[in-house]
T-cell receptor, first 112, second 113 residues
Framework: DGGITQSPKYLFRKEGQNVTLSCEQN?????MYWYRQDPGQGLRLIYY???????QKGDIAEGYSVSREKKESFPLTVTSAQKNPTAFYLC???????????FGSGTQLSVL | GQNIDQPTEMTATEGAIVQINCTYQ??????LFWYQQHAGEAPTFLSY????GLEEKGRFSSFLSRSKGYSYLLLKELQMKDSASYLC??????????????FGKGTKLSVIP
């Protein structure tokens, strides 16, 4: 079955550490996205990619980095510059911006 | 700027009908999505409205009025499994910015027996 796979489900970060969240899709979608979800807040866009080897900053890109070397993969690195990283991170993909988003099951990141 | 308002929480009885409202003030408008999200899970697509009027899909319907900046999601014959958060999201433009959906904070619906 086609879908989006995020891993790990839970992740813990130590102070000063970079961590990478994985996102893989086999839906053959061109566009991929990373959202951050905090309790009581709407989803906020971190980065998005319209096509391989291209990505754009969203509303809250500071302290994060991404790469898009393959169509199927869009990993997100939470760097030590992100001072408040505890949140639920959702990866999504779509065929185009007019089409619905398909979401992964999310990664809960916490700080030790 | 972008602003989307939804009620924070709602409670309804199993078998009843509930309407979840969403109002928006955005720099442009090119479509409105509704998603359902169960706690700790991925949001799933419910509906997409780009023109005024009512779209019906089984027990769920979605309405849009672009002149009023208003949408609602109507859930009929409520079931316990409908207990979830319902997210309203607006696509502001049709250009490059169209990738940047603006989401509301979500409405947490509790269905009680």
């Amino acid at each position: 079955d086609g879908g989006i796979t995020q891993s790990p489900k839970y992740l813990f970060r130590k102070e000063g550490q970079n961590v990478t969240l994985s996102c893989e899709q086999n839906l053959n979608h061109d566009a991929m996205y990373w959202y951050r979800q905090d309790p009581g807040q709407g989803l906020r866009l971190i980065y998005y990619s319209q096509i391989v080897n291209d990505f754009q900053k969203g509303d809250i890109a500071e302290g994060y980095s991404v790469s898009r070397e393959k169509k199927e993969s869009f990993p997100l690195t939470v760097t030590s510059a992100q001072k408040n990283p505890t949140a639920f991170y959702l990866c999504a993909s779509s065929t185009s911006p007019r089409e619905k988003l398909f979401f992964g099951s999310g990664t809960q990141l916490s700080v030790l | 700027g972008q602003n989307i308002d939804q009620p924070t929480e709602m409670t309804a009885t199993e078998g009843a009908i509930v309407q979840i409202n969403c109002t928006y003030q955005t720099s442009g408008f090119n479509g409105l999505f509704w998603y359902q999200q169960h706690a700790g899970e991925a949001p799933t697509f419910l509906s997409y409205n780009v023109l005024d009027g009512l779209e019906e899909k089984g027990r769920f319907s979605s309405f849009l009025s672009r002149s009023k900046g208003y949408s609602y999601l109507l859930l009929k014959e409520l079931q316990m499994k409908d207990s979830a958060s319902y997210l309203c999201a607006v696509r502001p433009t049709s250009g490059a910015g169209s990738y940047q959906l603006t989401f509301g904070k979500g409405t947490k619906l509790s269905v009680i027996p």
